[in-house]
């Protein structure tokens, strides 16, 4: 990950020292690279996630989780069958969704189909190791024991168990009356083949990262555009305006440069919009330009990382170009605390370990219950808990 993250923070050096000045540079340099930087940092973690589910599925394992986990699935309203959609969530909700269809009864399906987006997808993962690196310490407890790696298996923990839970309550609310049988062929046991693997984690994680680069690439350009242009003079005119006052008279150009870039990103498009909704935010411990990163996720919970790449690129306030070093770097003007610390940092891993931040599974999740009234309910209900639940978070722990 360290690699991947210094040889794109060089590449945009490189973009910016050897390209023409003007605004297709600063696109190259401040939009495109940070913002495909901003997701092919996560590969080793998202090639480890297929390989594993790879391995259950060509053991033969996975048939046999389905049938041992019929009894206790019932209990919460689902079926043995439902534990494949929940497992395969991990990789990603859609397909999981659509996995689904295998559930005959109507009642367990729709459930399913609602509770699977709690599982931790692989899209989390970028946002989940971005803040656990920032904010948890990399130490050992008994010995032998990663915190930040407690942290991460704890978010997964609470993803499954939000998504029993809530199926539970769907359970008892939900008045419908359906038949529900089970069958389930076992297949042989057998070595998983290397080969069959390999490819299925090839497969899988480069659709990940060419589904997902599609997305942040249009997403990296518009928050460019948007990060690099204003409504008024005040936005032109900024280094004059600077200037005009004492405290900054005595400013070298490095330090000129960095407080003219942060000055026109606080009065660009995007940062007018930042600082509108910051007052719905700030009681969670985020700033503007988080609520932009929060926004702009709802294409694909990913783009967090890449948008928050892109906006601190633009708005330049240190000399590092690694993404993790200016998320560390980021100051509160107002508290002069760090804006990833402590509180604000596990707010955010539980807005989004319960936040339906994916526009692509409420699509889903329409097209398979036929109805726009499942994913707009399933939408309202997981967005309310992730904003409560943040909430509570950071002001116990601020």
Known sequence: MDFIDQNF??????????????????????????????????????????????????SGYMSRVVFLMDKIMRRFGLSGKSVVPLISGTAC???????????????????TILVTPFTTCSARLPVYAIIIGLVIPDKFIFGFLNLQGLTLMLLYLIGFGMALFSAYVLNKVLKLK??????????????????????????????FVFGAGKIILAISVVLWFLASNGPSQNFDNSETALLSKTENQG???????????????????????????????SPLGYDWKIGIAIISSFAAREVFVGTLAT?????????????????????????????????SGV???????????????????????????????????????AYLVALLAYQILK
């Open 93 to 111: 909700a859609i397909p999981a969704i659509m996995a689904t269809r295998n559930i005959e009864n109507w009642k367990e399906r729709l459930i």
């Open 9 to 58: 923070a060089l590449l945009s050096t490189l973009a910016n020292e050897n390209l023409p000045a003007g605004a297709f540079t600063n696109l190259i340099a401040q939009g495109i690279i940070p913002g495909i930087g901003g997701i092919l940092i996560f590969i080793p973690q998202i090639t480890f996630l297929f390989l594993f589910i790879s391995v259950l599925e060509e």
């Open 347 to 385: 707010s955010l891993l539980l807005f989004y370990a319960f936040a339906m931040q994916c526009a692509s599974t409420l699509a889903v999740t329409k097209k398979e219950t036929n109805s726009w009234k499942w994913p707009l309910g399933q939408l309202v209900f997981m967005s309310s808990l």
């Open 178 to 207: 359906c038949k529900t049988f089970f069958v389930v062929e076992m297949p042989n046991y057998k070595l998983p083949m290397f080969k069959n693997v390999a490819i299925n984690v090839v497969e899988k994680t480069k659709s």
């Open 311 to 343: 906006i601190y690129s633009v708005g330049g306030n240190n000399n590092d170009n690694t993404i993790k070093n200016k998320m560390k770097a980021e100051i509160n003007p107002t508290t002069g605390d760090k804006i990833f610390n402590f509180a």
């Open 251 to 281: 400013l070298t150009k490095l330090e000129l440069k960095n407080k003219v870039a942060s000055y026109k990103l606080e009065r660009s498009y995007i940062g007018i919009m930042g600082k509108t909704i910051e007052p719905l935010i």
